[in-house]
């Protein structure tokens, strides 16, 4: 989208449409549990994070699905820090860079 010069404004909008249809494939759980304990000092361990990204996976295929994602996210919204909506768009974006769009 950089490369054909397509506004800030426009690229969120269609990333947001794309996050719609990515998933998080389980080779980048890891990636996902490092971050969350990064982004919470420690608070929460990247093992203590891994078996929580596990259980979010709900449907067993060893994909974390925009839904289940975001189920997720608000089900430990407050463990992860996540109170405003600032906190929300950065953990989004974090997030869409580990996942991939089929």
């Keep these: 989208m950089d490369k054909h010069n397509m506004p800030k404004k426009?690229?969120?909008?269609?990333?947001?449409?794309?996050?719609?249809?990515?998933?998080?494939p389980k080779a980048n759980w890891k990636y996902m549990a490092a971050g969350?304990?990064?982004?919470?000092?420690?608070k929460?361990?990247?093992?203590?994070?891994?078996?929580?990204?596990?259980?979010?996976?709900?449907n067993g295929n060893g994909q974390l699905s925009f839904k289940e994602t975001k189920a997720c996210l608000?089900?430990?919204?407050?463990?992860?820090?996540?109170k405003t909506k600032k906190d929300w768009e950065s953990a989004k974006w974090h997030l869409a860079k580990i996942a991939e769009i089929n």
Excluded: F, P, W
């Design 10 to 24: 426009m690229q969120r909008a269609v990333g947001n449409v794309l996050l719609k249809y990515a998933y998080i």
């Design 36 to 42: 969350i304990e990064q982004e919470t000092d420690g």
């Design 44 to 58: 929460v361990s990247e093992a203590d994070a891994m078996k929580g990204i596990e259980a979010c996976d709900t």
């Design 74 to 82: 608000k089900k430990h919204a407050k463990s992860l820090g996540l």
